[in-house]
């Protein structure tokens, strides 16, 4: 184990903490940044333990929230709602092996900018709304759907529910929390299949690395809800459109330079 591998375990553990609950899509970043950086070795333990770091700052900084939903059904129900279409939908596409034929930098490329325009058209919407509130089944259920779409890379998972809460007129604070507790479950399949694929590979190297990634995953994590949930307070969408639109177009560039 080298300094330099550590080196890029670190800069992979902050993309995955930062970008997991940010309008940026992390799963799509880490597909780039791992060809970048050429961590091919591994890639499934690495990928399970941030996202079990991930999975863990989420709900440590929601507990309270996560303990009340025993006596918030409503919310629970809800968040089953929002939940099951991407399961469905997910594993089929996983079982089918589609999702694996769209990993690639070009359809990255423009699920950034495409979404990041559609994110900018939702933010647009009056803040009329409190979601954790008034929330209905069917609204759930229509944010479940926009959820499914996270399944292509470069989308956004967080950027995408907001997207579905905002364009059904809820406000940005309230539109970001029920995003994410609705990762805990998605966080918690991915951790889930991935272990169960390292275990069947009987896995059992590169354990120091994997403390590694899960702390300094849960650590940006931890510390980008709670300062995405402030930034929401005061300003608008923008900067991450902004990005993502650059973003984009710098990966596009390069993927047609290298064709």
Not at 62 to 74: A, E
Not at 150 to 176: E, K
């Amino acid at each position: 184990m080298t300094e330099i591998y550590l080196i890029k375990i670190l800069f992979l553990s902050i993309v995955q903490g930062v970008s997991e609950f940010i309008p940026v899509s992390s799963s799509g970043l880490l597909i780039v940044f791992e060809n970048i950086l050429k961590i091919k070795n591994n890639n499934l333990l690495i990928n399970a333990t941030m996202h079990g770091g991930s999975l863990a700052a989420v709900v440590i900084f929601f507990y309270k929230d996560l303990l009340g939903l025993w006596k918030n059904h409503r919310l629970l129900i809800n968040l089953i709602i929002a939940t099951l279409p991407v399961i469905v939908i997910g594993g089929l596409l996983k079982y089918f092996e589609v999702i694996e034929q769209t990993m690639n930098i070009g359809v990255i490329g423009y699920a950034t900018i495409f979404f990041g325009i559609l994110l900018f058209i939702s933010d647009k919407n009056k803040q009329e709304k409190k979601l954790i509130s008034s929330i209905s089944n069917k609204e759930a259920f229509i944010i479940g759907l926009y959820q499914v779409l996270a399944l292509i890379p470069g989308t956004s998972r967080s950027g995408i529910t907001i997207t579905g809460a905002r364009f059904l007129r809820f406000n940005r604070v309230d539109a970001a929390k029920f995003s994410f507790l609705l990762s805990i479950p998605t966080l918690s399949a991915a951790f889930i299949l991935s272990s169960y694929e390292i275990i069947k590979l009987n896995e059992e190297a590169f354990n120091l690395v994997s403390l590694f990634a899960f702390f300094f995953s849960f650590m940006f994590s931890i510390t980008t809800i709670k300062y995405f949930l402030i930034f929401l307070k005061k300003f608008s969408l923008n900067i991450f459109v902004i990005f993502r639109i650059c973003l984009g177009v710098v990966l596009l560039t390069y993927y047609y330079s290298n064709q």
